[in-house]
């Protein structure tokens, strides 16, 4: 659920409140208790992704070249540039 800033007209203080996106606006200040809530517009923030899932390590880069390059290794990729060599002599 968003969180949702808001500051009273009346007494100046701001506050957080974690809602549901389908809420209405809450208008009383639990402070002064006074019905002069606004909400904020808030900028927008960065993501942040946290856990060993989301980067990505030198170590994996390596490991996924050489499987990508083991893999090219064991096709038979002969008959893949015949028809460019043919092409370049026609030339």
């Known amino acids: 659920m968003p969180i949702y800033e808001y500051q009273c007209l009346a007494c100046g203080e701001k506050f957080e409140f974690v809602e549901n996106i389908n809420s209405n606006p809450k208008k009383k200040c639990p402070k002064c208790k006074r019905k ?14 946290k856990g060993s899932g989301f ?37």
């Open 36 to 49: 002069k809530l606004q909400r904020l517009i808030s900028r927008g923030v960065g993501v942040i992704f």
């Open 55 to 91: 980067t990505r390590s030198k170590q994996y880069n390596i490991d996924r070249r050489n499987d990508m390059e083991r893999e090219v290794s064991e096709k038979d990729c002969s008959g893949l540039t015949h028809g460019w060599d043919e092409r370049r002599k026609r030339k």
